[in-house]
C-alpha cells in the first residue's frame, strides 16, 4: 500500500526531530530516561484539549509541542499549536506552563513560535533546535528579542554621523524583531567599522551567543579580521579580542569559545557538507563574477548537527549584493539568525532579499556632500582582450607557452597543441596577457594623467586593484618597467591591492 501524505510528514518530521537530537517514542514506549530530549508521539492532553501529535520532554519535564499536518499552509494551525501549550494534564510535570516551544511541519516546512518573546511570532526554521538550545533558552532571564529591545544609549563619541545614524536604524529594526535588514553605505564611509561597533554591542548588552562575519573572498576576511583586532570599545581600555575571541577560519573546524566567526560563504557551505578540509584557493574569489559558475542544479544544504540552525544569533554579510545571489542564499537561509547585509551598491535582488528593509542609504553623492568621499570622473580604457578574450593558436605543429604555478609562480614552457580560446572573465585569473596589462597602463600614462592632471610632473598617488595575488605581482611588475621607474615606485599594499 503506497504510503499517504500524513505517513509521509509524520515520518519526515520523525527523522529531522532526530536529526536534531530529540529521540522520538510512541506513547506505549514511553522512557523518558533515554536521552535528554524525547518526542512523544499521539500524547493525550487534558479533556478537551485533544492529542498533541508530538509532545517534547526535556530533562523528563515537558516544554513543548509539534503540530504535524500532511500538507498545505501552516499558518493557520497556529491556534492549535497554542490549544496544546495550555492543554498539557496538570498531573505531568513541565519546564513552564503553558508550554514555551511550539511548533507546526507538514514534514517539508516547519514553522517555530517562542512564546516566550516580547511578541510571540512564528518563522520558518530549517530544523528543529537541539534540545541543549531549548534549556539554555529556557534559563535565560529575558529572550533575545527582549534583550533586543532593552540595548542601552549608543556611544557617538567614535563615530562619524553617517555611522551612528545606521546603528540606531539598525537596533529600532531589532527591537521590532526584523529578522532581515540591509545597511547600504558608500565605499568609504566605514561600513565594516560600523559593522564591528554593532557586533560589540550584541555581544556585551544583547548577550548574543555567536556572531558570523561573512564574506565572500579572502581578503576580505582578512580585512574584516584586522577591524576587529584594532577596534577599542568606547567604554572599555582593552580592545575586541582581548574581550571576545575572534576566529577566521583557515581551517574546517570553529572554536567552540569564538563569539566573532569570520569565513567565506564558500568554505562555510563546505562545512555544513561535513567536509574536514577545503581548499584555501577556492576563497580568493567571488563566484559572483567567477569565470567558472556554477554548472547543474544548486547543491542542496542538508542539516549538520555540528553547526545546528541556531548556531550563530546573528549573520552580517559583507558585500551582500554578491554573496546572496545563486546557491549561497540556501546557505544563509540554513540558519535561524538575524542577518544584516551590508553592500555599497544594492541591486534590486538584494534589496528584495532583505524583505525591502533598508535601514540605511547612504549614497555616494551624499558622501561628496558630506566630505567622506571626493567626486571621480570615468576614463575606461577598453581593450579587445578585455572586452572579448581572445584565442591562442596552435597552428599545425602546437606552440610552447609559458605555464605558472599559482603558489609559487614558477614557470615552465610546455607545448600547447590545441588551440586555447579564453573568455573575457577568464583573463588575468587562467591565461594571463602581459601585452594587454601593459597597453592598459601605458594609455593610463600616455592619455589619462595628462588630460586629468595636465599641470603635475609627478605621478599622483593611484591604487590598481587587482584580480588576485598573481594579477598583482604582474601589475607591479610592468608598472615599473612602463613608467621607467624603480621598486619603491609601484608596490603590492595589500591582498588584490596595488599602490
Known sequence: MP????????????????????????????DLTASRGIAVREFPMKSGFGFADYL????????GAVEAKAEGTLTGVEPQSAKYAAGLPENLPA?????????????????FTNSLDPVPRSRQVFNYPRPETLWEWLAQPAQLRARLKELPPLDESRLWKVQTRAIHNLEASFAKADLRALIQMATGSGKTFTAVNVAYRLLKFGWA??????????????QAEDEFANFEPPDDARKFPTLYTVQRLKANSIN???KVVITTIQRLYSMLKGETEFDADNEEGSSFDSAKPWQGEPPEVVYNAGIPPEFFDFIIVDECHRSIYELWSQVLLYFDSFLIGLTATPAGKTIGFFNQNLVMQYGHDEAVTDGVNVDFDVYRIRTRVTEQGATIEAGDTGVY???RHKLTRAERLELLKLD????????????????????????FRDKVLPDAYPDRAEVPKTLIFAKDDSHADDIVRLAREVFAQGNDFCQVESVNFCK
Open 3 to 30: 504510503e499517504t501524505p500524513e505517513q509521509r510528514a509524520r515520518r519526515e518530521i520523525d527523522a529531522d526531530l532526530t536529526a536534531a537530537g530529540w529521540v522520538v517514542q510512541s506513547r506505549n514506549d514511553l
Open 56 to 63: 517534547l520532554y526535556l530533562d523528563r519535564k515537558a516544554l
Open 95 to 111: 519546564q513552564k506552563r503553558p508550554l514555551p516551544f511550539l511548533f507546526e511541519s507538514n514534514g517539508s516546512v516547519i514553522y
Open 209 to 222: 551567543k555567536r556572531i558570523l562575519f561573512l564574506v565572500d573572498r579572502s581578503n576580505l576576511g582578512k
Open 256 to 258: 567552540p569559545a569564538a
Open 401 to 403: 607557452v609559458e605555464k
Open 420 to 443: 586555447l580560446t579564453y573568455t573575457a572573465n577568464q583573463l588575468d585569473r587562467d591565461v594571463v596577457s602581459e601585452s594587454q596589462i601593459r597597453t592598459v597602463l601605458q594609455q
